[in-house]
């Protein structure tokens, strides 16, 4: 079940125990010896070092590479899977990696290794292979339980197993106060809804209202279903596609949102599409998106329609083509605000500001500029001073017509003091950062989302 990509995604290139110093995803430098000699070598090498983590890791191995050596009844890959999860969990993929793949190598029916390994493998670019692991693992099992049976609530994750377009919910539901349950709804049959485990709470985390639209009738079967509360419910996240944006936001005072319209397809014609264009009113620029993606995949600002053309002529699928609006403020830079909305109140989360009008926080190299990181920390600490009253009544307005119970908007102020929203739907991050990096300032802020988002679920369990 893979999350939707950040914007922010850390460079997971590390060394592997007893491996060479090569790319997370290289699997010819990422394998494990099937050798148990060889990890306990390792696991004296790793003490020496140390890393008692990692000694302990290799004499689990070796364990584990000893009973199915000798063809033990009990012999399992369950400890080793653990020790790649644990890693996994704690970030350090190339390291999870290489014991997944080990795992795997003994027992290719561990569903969790190859869910974990597939979003390890997307995560660096491996498309097709996570896509294979990915599709093995869906096949074997639809629901994963994660955290302990101890934790004060059972949340039922919905997820869209096939694709990425699923809300980031790891800091949202941690794993002191939730026990999540994730069901991969997209391989699983109706009945197999009534053999769930026991839950307290839903979360619809297939917040891509795209991704959303082919289970349209599955998800709508379950919801009818349910006794349990259903957070962000298929319905409400079906009205966030990028071309209704400006409709559903329609009426709202001090919001524009760019003109947008869906091509299910190249236009058969250049008459066909300048009449979708005309029909949205849009002119050039234009940029062109294929649909269900995020953090700028395939985004395309194309000048003229010879290159919108040439653009939609490699394109497979529904796409977005939408008005481009100059957005740069008065010293040249382009400003791109975050806002998370938790049952419909907002939360500052990021400023990115960037020389470029397509706005990352890493590619604008936030955090080698000053400046920039305190101006967005002056946005964190209090958006109302920083935008002023007019520009955050147009937001909370916003959250309100959204009607999501987590979700949000990427923005920019326009010099007449209206709010320009790129998007706004449920597939927005909210992550900590490292505690020892440059933007662990910016943790507070993520605390106050969500310690908003466990009130909220609090509040939907206490009736």
């Given at each position: 079940?893979?999350?939707?990509?950040?914007?922010?995604?850390?460079?997971?290139?590390?060394?592997?125990?007893?491996?060479?110093?090569?790319?997370?995803?290289?699997?010819?430098?990422?394998?494990?010896?099937?050798?148990?000699?060889?990890?306990?070598?390792?696991?004296?090498?790793?003490?020496?070092?140390?890393?008692?983590?990692?000694?302990v890791a290799h004499l689990i191995a070796?364990?584990?590479?000893?009973?199915?050596?000798?063809?033990?009844?009990?012999?399992?890959?369950?400890?080793?899977?653990?020790?790649?999860?644990?890693?996994?969990?704690?970030?350090?993929?190339?390291?999870?990696?290489?014991?997944?793949?080990?795992?795997?190598?003994?027992?290719?029916?561990?569903?969790?290794?190859?869910?974990?390994?597939?979003?390890?493998?997307?995560?660096?670019?491996?498309?097709?292979?996570?896509?294979?692991?990915?599709?093995?693992?869906?096949?074997?099992?639809?629901?994963?339980?994660?955290?302990?049976?101890?934790?004060?609530?059972?949340?039922?994750?919905?997820?869209?197993?096939?694709?990425?377009?699923?809300?980031?919910?790891?800091?949202?539901?941690?794993?002191?106060?939730?026990?999540?349950?994730?069901?991969?709804?997209?391989?699983?049959?109706?009945?197999?809804?009534?053999?769930?485990?026991?839950?307290?709470?839903?979360?619809?985390?297939?917040?891509?209202?795209?991704?959303?639209?082919?289970?349209?009738?599955?998800?709508?079967?379950?919801?009818?279903?349910?006794?349990?509360?259903?957070?962000?419910?298929?319905?409400?996240?079906?009205?966030?596609?990028?071309?209704?944006?400006?409709?559903?936001?329609?009426?709202?005072?001090?919001?524009?949102?760019?003109?947008?319209?869906?091509?299910?397809?190249?236009?058969?014609?250049?008459?066909?599409?300048?009449?979708?264009?005309?029909?949205?009113?849009?002119?050039?620029?234009?940029?062109?998106?294929?649909?269900?993606?995020?953090?700028?995949?395939?985004?395309?600002?194309?000048?003229?329609?010879?290159?919108?053309?040439?653009?939609?002529?490699?394109?497979?699928?529904?796409?977005?083509?939408?008005?481009?609006?100059?957005?740069?403020?008065?010293?040249?830079?382009?400003?791109?605000?975050?806002?998370?909305?938790?049952?419909?109140?907002?939360?500052?989360?990021?400023?990115?500001?960037?020389?470029?009008?397509?706005?990352?926080?890493?590619?604008?190299?936030?955090?080698?500029?000053?400046w920039k990181l305190e101006e967005e920390?002056?946005?964190?600490?209090?958006?109302?001073?920083?935008?002023?009253?007019?520009?955050?009544?147009?937001?909370?307005?916003?959250?309100?017509?959204?009607?999501?119970?987590?979700?949000?908007?990427?923005?920019?102020?326009?010099?007449?003091?209206?709010?320009?929203?790129?998007?706004?739907?449920?597939?927005?991050?909210?992550?900590?950062?490292?505690?020892?990096?440059?933007?662990?300032?910016?943790?507070?802020?993520?605390?106050?989302?969500?310690?908003?988002?466990?009130?909220?679920?609090?509040?939907?369990?206490?009736?």
């Amino acid at each position: 079940m893979k999350q939707t990509q950040p914007d922010n995604e850390a460079d997971y290139d590390t060394q592997v125990p007893g491996a060479p110093a090569q790319r997370a995803g290289d699997s010819d430098g990422n394998s494990a010896s099937p050798d148990p000699a060889s990890h306990r070598a390792l696991a004296e090498a790793r003490r020496s070092d140390g890393d008692e983590l990692g000694a302990v890791a290799h004499l689990i191995a070796a364990h584990t590479l000893d009973a199915y050596a000798a063809a033990a009844r009990d012999a399992s890959a369950s400890n080793l899977c653990d020790v790649a999860t644990g890693y996994f969990m704690k970030g350090d993929h190339a390291i999870a990696e290489y014991w997944y793949r080990l795992v795997l190598t003994l027992d290719p029916h561990v569903a969790v290794a190859c869910q974990n390994l597939a979003a390890i493998l997307a995560s660096t670019g491996h498309v097709s292979e996570a896509a294979m692991y990915r599709e093995r693992a869906y096949r074997i099992q639809r629901v994963f339980v994660e955290g302990s049976g101890a934790a004060p609530r059972r949340v039922l994750v919905l997820c869209a197993a096939h694709t990425s377009g699923n809300v980031p919910f790891d800091a949202l539901l941690p794993g002191a106060s939730c026990c999540r349950i994730k069901y991969a709804i997209d391989y699983a049959a109706d009945d197999e809804d009534h053999q769930l485990p026991a839950y307290d709470l839903v979360f619809n985390a297939i917040g891509d209202a795209d991704v959303a639209a082919p289970l349209a009738g599955r998800l709508a079967r379950f919801v009818s279903r349910c006794a349990r509360p259903v957070l962000n419910p298929p319905a409400a996240v079906a009205r966030t596609q990028r071309h209704r944006t400006a409709s559903l936001l329609n009426g709202l005072p001090d919001v524009q949102v760019a003109p947008c319209v869906q091509s299910d397809a190249a236009p058969a014609s250049r008459a066909a599409l300048d009449a979708l264009l005309t029909e949205g009113g849009i002119d050039f620029p234009v940029l062109a998106r294929p649909a269900a993606t995020h953090g700028g995949d395939g985004l395309t600002l194309c000048e003229n329609r010879a290159a919108l053309e040439a653009w939609q002529l490699v394109q497979v699928g529904v796409s977005y083509l939408a008005a481009f609006r100059d957005y740069r403020s008065a010293d040249g830079f382009y400003r791109k605000y975050r806002i998370i909305f938790v049952d419909r109140e907002p939360f500052p989360y990021h400023l990115a500001i960037s020389p470029h009008w397509m706005v990352h926080y890493y590619s604008a190299d936030m955090e080698h500029h000053p400046w920039k990181l305190e101006e967005e920390r002056r946005f964190l600490d209090n958006p109302h001073a920083v935008l002023g009253e007019r520009v955050m009544s147009a937001i909370a307005a916003i959250g309100r017509r959204l009607d999501l119970d987590y979700g949000g908007i990427d923005f920019t102020v326009l010099p007449g003091g209206q709010v320009l929203v790129f998007e706004a739907n449920a597939t927005m991050l909210a992550h900590f950062e490292r505690e020892t990096g440059a933007l662990a300032h910016k943790n507070p802020y993520v605390q106050r989302i969500v310690d908003a988002f466990e009130r909220m679920m609090k509040r939907h369990t206490s009736t």
